[in-house]
Structures are given as structure tokens and as C-alpha cells.
């Protein structure tokens, strides 16, 4: 077949990244319950592939934190434990206000407002204490931060470690598990930081977002 001068070549997907992706999406919409077994041939037979790329693709989910395996004795979706949250959203708050950090003095006017509103969805729940669409909104104000950074090494870096630790935070969120007094100091913060394209205040903002200690003079 001719081929176009200039095209871009088309990227094809392994089967282990194929499975991973399709094993990945099943754990994060509820198809895959938290503590759930997986078996090696059922999970053959519903990709339709052999058991060496899936194998390789329940490694690479292990790795990010989706499945907990322990040789001979099971390979299973990982089950979250609530003692862990916090340890959690500091992790992701040293990723996410790194994130924050490169990507504040970068935005363009569009962006910036773009990112205010999204903020200030999520702020609208805290009265409310609807810990579930707080849920929601504020994971689509990380990849908005994500989707603008400059920084596509770090962003790779971020993504390959948040669906995992997400994961467990959705999992073992409820109303009293949030902590509100941190959400309600660090989304004001966060908007005026965005407004005054003031990187480092806009990092430690997000990082009272996710419970990290504020630096002490």
C-alpha cells in the first residue's frame, strides 16, 4: 500500500499493554471488586490471549498498585486499608504540587481560568459534605493540572503512580474519612494562587489539599 510522504507512524499496543488497560479499567469501574481473585485462565479467556502477556500485564499492575500478588498463594485486586489514607494523599500531594508548581506560571489566560473554575466546583461541595462529588471534581482538577503541564516527563512520572493510589483513596472514602478543614483553607488558597500566578503558593496550597504539613518559619 503507498504510503503518504510525511505520515506519522501508527503506534500499535502490545497485548501486555492491552491487557493491562482493559484489566485496569475493570478494577477502577467496580467490574473487579477490591480483594478479588484473579485467575490466571479466566482472565485469559476473557482477553483472548495467552498467559505470558497477561502475567506481564497483572506485573505492571502490581507495580502501580491496582493487584497485590503473593507467590503461590494468590493474585487479587488490590484491598485498600483506610489506616493508609493519609500516607496516601500525602504521597499524592508531593506528586500532584509538583506538578502544580511547573504548571502555574505556564498557563495560558484560558487555562487559568479554566482551572479556577474547576476549583471552585470542587470548593462548591464543601458545604454540602458531599464527599462523593468532591470525589469526582477534584480528580478532574489534578488532571487538568496534568493536561497543562510543560513538564511531560514529570506528568509520566505522576500518571504512572495515580491511578493506584487514587484507587485507594476512592475506595475508602466516606464523609468522615475527609478531611474538610484542609479542602476549605486550601482551595481559597489555591484560586488566589492561580489568579496571581504565584507558583509556590499554588504548591502549597494543593499540598493542604492533600494533608501535607505547611513549612514552619
Not at 491496582?66 to 508531593?94: F, N, S, W
Request: glycine fraction near 6%.
Amino acid at each position: 500500500m503507498p504510503i503518504t510522504s510525511g505520515s506519522a507512524p501508527v503506534a500499535r499496543k502490545s497485548l501486555r499493554e492491552s491487557a493491562a488497560e482493559q484489566i485496569r479499567a475493570a478494577i477502577l469501574d467496580g467490574t473487579l471488586k477490591p480483594g478479588e481473585n484473579l485467575n490466571d485462565g479466566e482472565l485469559q479467556e476473557w482477553l483472548g490471549i495467552s498467559r505470558t502477556p497477561v502475567r506481564d500485564a497483572l506485573n505492571d499492575l502490581a507495580r502501580y498498585g491496582l493487584i497485590e500478588m503473593a507467590p503461590q498463594r494468590y493474585t487479587r485486586v488490590a484491598k485498600p486499608r483506610p489506616e493508609d489514607r493519609t500516607q496516601i494523599m500525602q504521597t499524592l500531594g508531593a506528586l500532584v504540587g509538583g506538578v502544580v508548581r511547573v504548571t502555574v506560571a505556564e498557563l495560558t489566560d484560558t487555562q487559568r481560568a479554566e482551572l479556577i473554575t474547576s476549583v471552585q466546583a470542587a470548593a462548591e461541595t464543601l458545604p454540602t459534605r458531599d464527599y462523593d462529588a468532591h470525589g469526582t471534581l477534584g480528580w478532574d482538577m489534578v488532571h487538568l493540572f496534568l493536561k497543562y503541564c510543560p513538564n511531560r516527563i514529570l506528568v509520566a512520572a505522576t500518571q504512572d503512580r495515580i491511578d493506584g493510589l487514587g484507587y485507594q483513596l476512592t475506595i475508602t472514602r466516606n464523609v468522615e474519612s475527609t478531611d474538610w478543614a484542609a479542602l476549605e483553607a486550601g482551595y481559597p488558597a489555591l484560586i488566589t494562587a492561580l489568579q496571581a500566578g504565584d507558583s509556590i503558593a499554588a504548591e502549597l496550597a494543593i499540598e493542604t489539599v492533600f494533608q501535607l504539613p505547611l513549612p514552619t518559619a
